[in-house]
């Protein structure tokens, strides 16, 4: 299947105030399919004053006490009705996922449609759940005078929620979701690559009857678009999931305007095989962890650290699975792994292969682009044997590149493990518990996986230590993230 088969209408407008719109200065740009290098759609390129009209229309969304005051109970039907929405239109997202981002077919239909589904539901039901708490004071003046005090969350107001490409559905519902559940209003812009499912899934919040204004979605570039919705004064939450690079300029910026932030960012997660690990599961454990999603996942396991005396045979092992994944359309049942999101990603990609080559490190598979149309690259395994200090060690690649490096003792595998600026993930693979327990206490990082890798559940905080982020998502700790809390205080 690919752009002639597929048979929906592609939506390719903005979607601000409930209404579908153009750029105010007619200005457009192409996304592709990335299995084929053609380009699917022309969508608006938002100028100021489009980012302006999206978070007006937000602004006053939230100051109308239709949505803000609207019953908890209310605002989580309409969270419901959007997943059920989302659920029975999941074949048309999957198919559009797919071709816009070049995922597996299977992978857009469990993860971004199955997964928006389930962090929708599992969000709507916070809506209800918020709660404040009552504080016994200690005033004693004036003589007579007895207080009652308590806290409120309150929501935080008009949220700008700005996600990457690599699951596109996924990540705009991860921040609307309870963005929504919380009473805020949202202008989300998706990357530039992949902006056609939040648009879709804008219509169909419409549909489920969110007030217009309360749910908009601008595209447009970066560095324009995104940053005018960033600065906007209007704008009182930002969240952001994206590169540390791009994380650091938004963070800057909403210091200096004292703004809410949230930064989900970069990652170099640390895959550590103990000794007692069966090498096959070692094998088949770390090849998924980093070749999942085609490497383009925050927490992708892209640094292997092996016992000295397994590390050939688990090299070895990983390195005859790259060899023999099958490269093509995420449409097609025999792929499995798809194409890069675009040929700028793909560049990059292959630069850091060569760097890592010419620094020493020896590729034991891949580096090629596989000689196909599109932005394929085949996965890529590189042996750093002598432990060298590789740029591809240091630097987050997003994609199928694995670096394995052998280690004597487990305390200088997880001392290696540390040595980075990212925090994101890290996994322990082995069959004793107190080894597992000794790794997970001196990992640092937001997740550490045991015996498994890149699992996320709606119920469980994520988030980055050190330059991986700030701030967490899912569970609990997100009410906080999208609610201010206000204190009262009533003399009697
Ligand atoms: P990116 O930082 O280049 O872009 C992310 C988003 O930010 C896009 O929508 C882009 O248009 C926008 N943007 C770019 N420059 C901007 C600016 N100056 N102001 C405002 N917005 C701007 O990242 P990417 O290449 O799309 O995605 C890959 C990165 O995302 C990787 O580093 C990956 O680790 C990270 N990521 C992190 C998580 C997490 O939860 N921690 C999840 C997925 C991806």
Request: hydrophobic share 45%.
């Amino acid at each position: 299947m690919d752009r002639q088969d597929f048979t929906h209408t592609i939506r390719t407008q903005m979607f601000v105030d409930g209404r579908f719109s153009e750029s105010g200065n007619g200005r457009t740009f192409a996304v592709f399919n990335p299995a084929t290098g053609e380009e699917i759609a022309q969508v608006p390129d938002a100028s100021d004053a489009d980012i302006d009209a999206a978070v007006t229309a937000a602004r006053r969304a939230f100051e109308a006490d239709t949505w803000r005051r609207m019953p908890p109970a209310a605002r989580e039907r309409l969270l419901l009705k959007l997943a059920d929405l989302v659920e029975q239109h999941g074949d048309e997202l999957a198919a559009l996922e797919t071709l816009n981002q070049g995922k597996l077919l299977g992978f857009s239909k469990m993860l971004e449609v199955g997964g928006s589904v389930q962090w929708l539901r599992y969000m709507a039901g916070w809506a209800t759940k918020i709660e404040g708490s009552t504080v016994d004071l200690s005033l004693a003046f004036p003589p007579g005078v007895r207080y009652n005090a308590s806290t409120r969350r309150v929501p935080a107001g008009v949220v700008a929620a700005i996600v990457p490409w690599n699951f596109p559905l996924l990540m705009a519902v991860w921040k609307i979701a309870p963005a929504l559940a919380c009473g805020c209003t949202v202008v989300l812009k998706p990357a530039e690559e992949t902006p056609l499912t939040a648009i879709r899934l804008a219509e169909l919040a419409h549909e489920a009857g969110f007030p217009p204004g309360v749910f908009n979605v601008v595209t447009g570039q970066g560095e324009t678009a995104g940053a005018a919705l960033v600065r906007h004064a209007q704008v009182d939450k930002v969240t952001f999931t994206g590169s540390t690079e791009v994380g650091r300029i938004i963070g800057k910026q909403c210091a200096s305007d004292l703004k809410r932030v949230s930064l989900e960012l970069g990652g170099k997660s640390p895959v550590i095989v103990l000794d007692d690990c069966d090498p096959q599961r070692a094998i088949e454990g770390a090849a998924g962890a980093i070749f999942f999603n085609h490497g383009q996942v925050c927490t992708a396991g892209s640094r292997l650290y092996l016992p000295r005396a397994r590390f050939d045979e688990i090299v070895n092992g990983i390195a005859n699975v790259a060899r023999t994944t099958v490269l093509g359309s995420g449409f097609d049942s025999a792929t499995q792994m798809g194409p890069l999101v675009s040929a700028r990603h793909r560049a990059k990609v292959t630069g850091m292969i060569a760097q890592g080559r010419a620094e020493g490190g020896e590729i034991v598979a891949g580096g090629g682009d596989g000689n196909r149309p599109g932005f394929f690259i085949e996965p890529t395994v590189i042996a750093n044997a002598a432990n060298k200090p590789l740029t591809v060690v240091r630097e987050e690649v997003f994609g199928p590149v694995l670096v394995a490096m052998p280690y004597d003792e487990v305390e200088e595998a997880v001392a290696a493990a540390n040595a980075s600026e990212y925090g994101l993930g890290a996994s322990v693979w082995t069959n004793q518990l107190d080894r597992a327990l000794r790794v997970v206490d001196g990992v640092q990082a937001g997740t550490v996986w045991v015996n498994t890798h890149n699992m996320v559940d709606p119920a469980l905080p994520f988030g980055g230590f050190k330059a991986s982020g700030i701030g967490r998502e899912h569970g609990r700790a997100i009410i906080d993230a999208y609610t201010e809390t206000k204190s009262v205080c009533i003399a009697y």
